[in-house]
């Protein structure tokens, strides 16, 4: 179970960096979120 | 402080702890706000990297964050620091905590899914109706330097700075309740401390099952690092046969 996990966390991670998720994760963190501040 | 956030290339990585992105000192990203970003707005995608991130700070740590690295997890234990009356863990209490894993499936899978489905556009549901770290950490600081941003309060930032107001209140008189009843990177991470790297173990060969590990766990454990175990370290100092300690890496 332990080896499975590591396995599943490597290959979403190693997937997300291929298609540039960061980037994503990035783009809404740099910008106030309205959301989170109570107001969007 | 200008009421401005941090737009540095660190903001590609989430952090382990709820820490709010748009706390004006936040350098990383919150992992929890990162996975609703995913399953919020016109376009639903499926979140590798946020994901792939939060199993593995669970693989290698657990709850240890929450004891050790959580921001508002720092703020609870300060508030409870104060002396005052304290209302110690029940039958209630353990039973709260599995409110924490319906808040999770509800507010950051289920309604930002169902909004999708509904009209197109998910909402970050966990983000924008509960947790009191962004209304902390965020607005307030906020909307204090940033005037433009006042104009837009309403019903929700209301609500929000009531249950924020709530959780600091209570967190004066009981141990940790964010953590304990609400928090869904609590629950997610709780999933892995049997699994992970760090933590705490017990050598049940000097184990003599007195226990006064969890009679001095002010978290709503039932025993040595069970979901609830924060790895504080408490019951490391309770045990009279020095049974537990924390996992070494050999």
Do not use: H
Not at chain 2, 110 to 119: C, E, K, R, S, V
Not at chain 2, 147 to 173: D, N, Q
Not at chain 2, 197 to 210: L, P, R, T, W, Y
Request: hydrophobic letters at 50%; a positive charge; charged letters at 15%.
């Amino acid at each position: 179970m332990k080896k499975f996990l590591w396995l599943i966390a490597i290959f979403l991670l190693a997937f997300g960096l291929y298609k540039q998720d960061y980037l994503s994760v990035l783009q809404k963190a740099a910008v106030i979120c309205l959301e989170c501040v109570g107001i969007g | 402080m200008q009421g401005r956030i941090w737009q540095g290339s660190s903001k590609q990585i989430c952090v382990p702890g709820l820490n709010c992105y748009s706390c004006p000192g936040a350098l990383g990203a919150c992992p929890i706000g990162s996975l609703q970003s995913f399953m919020s707005g016109a376009v639903l995608r499926f979140p590798f990297y946020v994901l792939g991130l939060l199993i593995l700070f669970g693989l290698i740590l657990g709850r240890l964050i929450c004891g050790w690295l959580c921001p508002f997890g720092l703020i609870q234990e300060l508030l409870y620091k104060i002396p005052t009356p304290k209302f110690s863990k029940n039958a209630f209490t353990l039973k709260l905590t599995y409110l924490k894993y319906i808040i999770g499936v509800l507010f950051v899978l289920i309604i930002p899914l169902a909004f999708f489905a509904w009209n197109g556009v998910g909402i970050p549901a966990f983000c924008k109706y509960i947790c009191p770290a962004g209304t902390l950490e965020a607005a307030i600081p906020l909307i204090a330097l940033n005037p433009s941003l006042r104009s837009g309060l309403g019903i929700i930032f209301g609500w929000k700075f009531l249950l924020m107001l709530f959780t600091i209140l209570i967190s004066i008189f009981v141990y940790r309740p964010f953590c304990r009843f609400l928090c869904p990177l609590g629950a997610w991470y709780g999933l892995y401390n049997k699994l992970a790297i760090f933590g705490i173990q017990v050598d049940k060969a000097k184990c003599i099952g007195c226990d006064a590990c969890v009679r001095n766990c002010k978290m709503d454990c039932q025993k040595v690092a069970d979901r609830e175990c924060i790895n504080c370290g408490e019951c490391i100092k309770a045990c009279p046969t020095k049974a537990i300690s924390f996992k070494q890496i050999k």
